[in-house]
């Protein structure tokens, strides 16, 4: 490797590195925020929308392709994570196969976030207007507390 490559190549590393382990920690500190209880997120959600049986019912269909793309997308990223670590533990430099995973990794969760956003959007036919209104301040309010610096 030619000498002047050798900052950039380690920079590129500590920047894959940093972001699978800011991936992973996102992830660990979003599930154990007691505010949003992540196991029962919709559950949560529902009762604060104040649904109804019947509106229940209605996004049945939707809470289903939601959570089995979630599910597999989640799984996805668990083992991609895996893969990562492996990489990081046998190249123990940005190699191909480290930049393989983090973008699949980036992928998987851009994906996520795209079902996640659909599904909310997907409400709006169950929902009133007030119920709909509440949703989105919400989803508002979940994105912009993960930007706030403390």
Known sequence: MRPRLLPL???????????AASSFLTLRLVSRDE???????HEWIHKKLNMTAEQERRSLASERRYEETK?????VIRLTNSELAESILTDKSYSPSVEKSVA?????????????????FELKEVLD?????HLIELT???LSENTRRD
């Open 9 to 19: 190549a380690l920079a590129l590393a500590a920047i894959a590195i940093i972001s």
């Open 35 to 41: 505010s949003y209880p992540a196991r029962d997120y």
């Open 71 to 75: 599910r597999h997308l989640e799984e």
């Open 104 to 120: 699949e990794i980036h992928n998987a969760m851009g994906q996520l976030q795209k079902a996640t956003l659909e599904h909310i």
């Open 129 to 133: 207007t007030e119920q709909y209104g």
């Open 140 to 142: 508002v309010q979940g």
